[in-house]
């Protein structure tokens, strides 16, 4: 019997709640003891430690956020605060610590592991940025909550004969608008990893005007270019008044889909599993429909790159 600890850790993601609940379930069919950490890794300093059992994980599977609250540790970036959370780990005599979050996370968890804490990570983040798979949890369930906010934007642009930018999340990674970009339908989208041709942008709201559209979806990758000067450029040179909308928070929250659930459901089960693996430091994700377990350093080194297919199925359907 060992004993496991899990906590969720970042920017939340839906489907933590599922991949918890897959933890604890698991680890206890499997006869172990199991702990939650709560608010992430600044819950190690503060000792926030707890025994879960079947019922701490009662009627979650579906919930967004995370139970265990998360948060963003600087503590974990200095080598002091390292040291200091592998003495409580110890202190604390965990064997195995699951970590649910991006790819600062995993980066924490790394660093644990090098002076031997045994570390399993869970892609959770809806910008779906690790290179190492590609179906991250909650990254679905955004989508899903961005492409109905597109619906609506819609319908009140075609009200207005309206453009819209549309700024969603992502950092350094364009897969939530390349993704909702094609199941919303948008016009055009702006994403970090390809060079940006407000050229083309401005061709096609000349297009679709010329053409009758009454409605024009810019959908554009937070930190990319100013939404607001975009607007005004579009409205300047196509004569097309056109608004912003950042969708913000919402995209973080909400009850899970299916897909992030399941997700979330498998990976857990396998991240408890992993205790029996040689490899002290693992991270788990989705490749190819199916569970990859990687090396952590390994996984951190792959460069997430966009699909360039998806890239040009949106070109191609948005003409
Ligand atoms: O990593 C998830 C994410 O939602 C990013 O898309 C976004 O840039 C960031 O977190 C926002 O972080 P915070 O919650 O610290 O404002």
Redo the contacts with the bound molecule.
């Keep these: 019997m060992s004993k496991i600890a899990v906590l969720t850790s970042?920017?939340d993601s839906p489907g933590m709640n599922a991949g918890i609940r897959a933890v604890v379930r698991t680890a206890i069919y499997d006869g172990h003891e199991v702990v939650g950490i709560r608010d992430g890794y600044c819950g190690i300093f503060n000792g926030l430690f707890e025994e879960m059992n079947l019922s701490s994980v009662a009627d979650i599977i579906h919930r967004g956020g995370t139970i265990l609250g998360t948060s963003?540790c600087d503590r974990m970036e200095r080598e002091e605060g390292i040291e200091k959370a592998v003495e409580i780990l110890q202190e604390n005599k965990i064997d195995l610590l699951i970590v649910l979050g991006?790819d600062g996370s995993m980066r924490g968890a790394l660093e644990l592991s090098k002076k031997g804490i045994r570390v399993a990570t869970l892609p959770a983040?809806?910008?779906n940025d690790l290179g190492y798979q590609e179906e991250s949890i909650g990254f679905f369930t955004a989508i899903d909550t961005i492409t109905e906010a597109i619906g609506r934007i819609r319908d009140t642009s075609s009200a207005h004969n309206r453009g819209n930018i549309v700024e969603v999340?992502?950092?350094k990674c364009g897969d939530l608008a390349l993704y909702a970009g094609i199941a919303g339908g948008a016009e055009s989208i702006l994403v970090p990893e390809i060079p940006m041709d407000l050229e083309k942008v401005m061709e096609k709201v000349k297009i679709g005007k010329n053409r009758g559209k009454r409605h024009h979806i810019i959908l554009i990758t937070?930190d990319l270019i100013d939404a607001e000067d975009l607007a005004k450029k579009v409205e300047e040179e196509t004569g097309v008044v056109t608004r912003v909308t950042v969708l913000g928070y919402i995209q973080?929250g909400g009850n899970p889909i299916i897909k992030d659930r399941i997700n979330a459901s498998i990976l857990g089960e396998a991240a408890v599993r992993s205790i029996k693996d040689e490899k002290t430091a693992v991270a788990l994700g989705i490749y190819k429909g199916r569970v990859r377990t990687i090396e952590l350093e390994e996984a951190l080194s792959i460069k997430k790159e966009i699909d360039l297919g998806l890239y040009e199925t949106m070109q191609i359907l948005s003409i």
């Design positions: 970042g920017g963003r991006g983040t809806i910008d999340m992502g950092r937070e973080r």
